[in-house]
């Protein structure tokens, strides 16, 4: 098992939801978490005053992801802030949800940009700093949708799936070194992006759930810390955190 202590993490959309409870996990085992957002400023100073005031180590720093020049400054700052990087978690994401009929290109656009380009924006500088690292992580949060397919989400199932096969690839290229790569695909998460379905909807999609319920964030971010903390010989992989919603 690897001792976490004073590793270096960047979360991407690590202020609210999933993003949040990762960065909590991680700071909670001693790792420094640069926690990023975009919009959300109140919520990240808030959550690093939260990890501070439990004895860890948090710094937030703004950057559109999908925007490759702000990726890479969010690294630099990073590197510049502690020094090193042994742990990307790209996490940042959003849904703009319609049939394929309606969809407009922009709405296409963005929802790839924002969760699959951003990896590519993010990974590409973090990766001399990972390779330094004697244990590098790349954990890129997909979603079961990427497995699946979903009605009004050709976008987002697009870039979720695009992400499983990038981080299959990357996994490849960089298995004789210490990173490793894996996606993480929660099923249905109680977050703003699950509550923000109409509630009769939702009502339809735990009835469809195996364990007839959503998921916690919490339990994705121990997933996370899992591969962070025991996955040395765990690389190109999806770890399916769904509650049984595909198999
Ligand atoms: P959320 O909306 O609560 O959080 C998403 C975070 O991403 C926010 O902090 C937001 O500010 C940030 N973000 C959005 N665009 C950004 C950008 N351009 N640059 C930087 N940050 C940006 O959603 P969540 O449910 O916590 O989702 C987190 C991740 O998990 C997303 O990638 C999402 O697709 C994935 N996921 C969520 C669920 C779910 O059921 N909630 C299921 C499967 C996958």
């Given at each position: 098992?690897?001792?976490?202590?004073?590793?270096?993490?960047?979360?991407?959309?690590?202020?609210v939801?999933?993003?949040?409870?990762?960065?909590?996990?991680?700071?909670?085992?001693?790792?420094k978490?640069?926690?990023?957002?975009?919009?959300?400023?109140k919520?990240?100073?808030d959550?690093?005053?939260?990890?501070?005031?439990?004895?860890?180590?948090?710094?937030?720093?703004?950057?559109?992801?999908s925007?490759?020049?702000?990726a890479?400054?969010?690294?630099?700052?990073?590197?510049?802030?502690?020094?090193?990087?042994?742990?990307?978690?790209?996490?940042?994401?959003?849904?703009?949800?319609?049939?394929?009929?309606?969809?407009?290109?922009?709405?296409?656009?963005k929802?790839?940009?924002v969760n699959?380009?951003?990896?590519?924006?993010?990974?590409?500088p973090?990766?001399?700093?990972?390779?330094?690292?004697?244990?590098?992580?790349?954990?890129?949060?997909?979603?079961?949708?990427g497995?699946?397919?979903?009605?009004?989400?050709?976008n987002?199932?697009?870039?979720?799936?695009?992400?499983?096969?990038?981080?299959?690839s990357?996994?490849?290229?960089?298995?004789?070194?210490?990173?490793?790569?894996?996606?993480?695909?929660?099923?249905f998460?109680e977050?703003?992006?699950?509550?923000?379905?109409?509630?009769?909807i939702r009502?339809?999609?735990?009835a469809?759930?195996?364990?007839?319920?959503?998921?916690?964030?919490?339990?994705?971010?121990?997933?996370?810390?899992?591969?962070?903390?025991?996955?040395?010989?765990?690389?190109?992989?999806?770890l399916?955190?769904?509650?049984?919603?595909a198999?």
């Amino acid at each position: 098992m690897i001792n976490l202590n004073g590793k270096v993490a960047i979360v991407t959309g690590g202020a609210v939801g999933i993003g949040a409870a990762i960065s909590k996990e991680l700071a909670s085992n001693g790792v420094k978490v640069v926690l990023n957002y975009n919009s959300s400023s109140k919520a990240a100073e808030d959550l690093v005053a939260q990890i501070q005031a439990n004895g860890g180590e948090a710094y937030a720093v703004q950057a559109d992801v999908s925007v490759s020049e702000e990726a890479t400054k969010l690294v630099n700052a990073a590197v510049e802030k502690y020094g090193r990087l042994d742990i990307l978690v790209n996490n940042a994401g959003i849904t703009r949800d319609s049939s394929f009929k309606k969809l407009s290109e922009e709405n296409w656009r963005k929802v790839i940009d924002v969760n699959l380009n951003s990896s590519y924006n993010t990974i590409s500088p973090a990766l001399p700093h990972l390779s330094e690292s004697d244990a590098g992580r790349i954990i890129n949060i997909s979603s079961v949708i990427g497995q699946t397919g979903a009605f009004g989400q050709t976008n987002y199932s697009a870039a979720k799936a695009g992400l499983i096969g990038f981080t299959k690839s990357l996994a490849l290229e960089l298995a004789k070194t210490n990173v490793t790569v894996n996606a993480i695909c929660p099923g249905f998460i109680e977050t703003s992006m699950v509550l923000e379905i109409p509630e009769e909807i939702r009502g339809q999609i735990v009835a469809k759930i195996p364990q007839k319920r959503f998921g916690h964030p919490e339990e994705i971010a121990r997933g996370v810390l899992f591969l962070c903390k025991d996955g040395a010989y765990i690389t190109g992989q999806q770890l399916n955190i769904n509650g049984g919603l595909a198999m």
